[in-house]
């Protein structure tokens, strides 16, 4: 299963990594394949591919503000959540996507 994700906070420093930390963590636990885009202060780190986005089954947004790019995600199921979600419950906010591409 392949997952992408993006996170961002109004500042891009701290939580936007806590969040995309968490979701990679729990990723791992769970066997699925994720990459996770952070936005913010310092710009757009760890940039999810066009390759990657073609091949994503699911998107989870973890976001507190506008992302860069947006459209580049259009048409792919998500799951949009506050950057505070994903660090409280990543692997809840997984499991939803997964279920998400499985319709």
């Known amino acids: 299963m392949n997952i992408i994700a993006v996170t961002a906070c109004p ?3 701290a939580h936007t990594h806590m969040a995309a930390a968490a979701l990679e963590a ?5 066997g699925v394949t994720i990459k996770v885009e952070k936005q913010g202060a310092m710009g757009i780190e760890n940039k999810i591919k066009d390759k990657e986005v073609a091949e994503a089954k699911a998107l989870i947004l973890a976001v507190d503000t506008a992302i860069a790019k947006s459209e580049r995600f259009d048409g792919i199921p998500t799951v949009k959540v506050s950057v505070a979600e994903a660090v409280k419950n990543p692997q809840g906010l997984i499991n939803q996507a997964i279920e998400l591409a499985k319709k």
């Open 26 to 30: 729990s990723a791992k636990k769970l």
């Open 11 to 13: 500042a891009g420093v």
